[in-house]
């Protein structure tokens, strides 16, 4: 059976994974996109624009797993889009035409909507479901492989709060956001339940990997 | 002018420096002594106790540095005792006859009372005064040596607010109490402040350190 996995997910040392104030020229509210700049310098993020440039290191290494043997991605709604988007009949998710994700994506919504099919092998699925029934559905069309939880923030909280999530990747940035949605809420004891390994690197950032104990 | 520097001051990921429910037995309630598990294997912490055993690595060096080069501390009335202890006229701290400061100690509080002289050169001072007061009556105790400005969270917030701070090292223990008081909140934007590097140890912790800028 596939395995839940969330991979690059940022946040600051204040454990917030988004900013205040998302919006459509600001997915990230007032965080901008200063959570992820340790992503934009590796390798693996310059390729899939076709480039060639960028860092081989550590970064690379633990950004590059966010594709290896997945299969679907589960996302929250404001993941996919904007407040607002379930009121746009035509929207069809803030990645253009070749969305990079190349696998079935089912978006949790309470206003499921037809399914999209995008280039590049990218569909977008829309499911009113609890996590663990999203996740059976997910499960299912990885065909074996894996399935990766894209977040937000609340998202991950509450498969991680059932005790879904078998692998998770957190990349704490050295900033202070203040204000935005939290990654840790709710979470106490998580110890417990997971190995947990810190590795900082030369960028700044520190890579959190949570492992399950019990699988 | 010495400079006011926190020591050693442990967090867990999600951002709590002291948990829930703090008393006599329980000086940082929930939470136990668990966020301070990686200071006692080092070298540093057995030798206080006159010991030779512990850990040599760079734990042990950095935990070293809470004493070098110190002239006098600063603490919340909530690291001098637990809830209450205002109201017992001969408290005399969490510490023993001989506490570990070997210096002069301003202990802030609401209802100061007269200086108490321990063993090993502490004298605890109480002081019903704002930071930068307190900072300036402390620099002067300290005689050009530097001031440690001891904690708790809500007293390191607030120094740190009045940009009062130039070094903290702060030690991210890979564990969520999920409740107590943040070390965290009300400090957005403290990258610009400061520079900020992160170095995590094969013992699990992150340690975090904070350079301002200016001084």
Known sequence: MGKLRVHNFAVS???FGT????????PFGHAGERIHDWMFATRYWHEMGGGRRGSVGADNAFATMHGSGIGAEIMGAGKFGPP???D????KGAWGPNPPFHTPVFVLTHRPRPSIEMKGGTTFHFLD????EA???ALEAAGGQDVRLGGGPSVIRDFVAEGLVDQMHVVQVPILLGRGVRLWDGLESLEEAYHI???STPSG???LTFTAKSR
Chains 1, 2 share one sequence.
Request: no cysteine.
């Open 84 to 86: 607002g988007w379930q």
């Open 135 to 137: 996740l059976k559905i």
């Open 129 to 132: 479901a609890a996590p663990a």
């Open 197 to 199: 390994e810190a590795v």
């Open 88 to 91: 746009d009949p035509d929207y």
């Open 205 to 207: 950032v520190t890579h």
């Open 19 to 26: 900013g205040e104030g998302q919006a459509a020229d600001a």
């Open 13 to 15: 040392l204040d454990g």
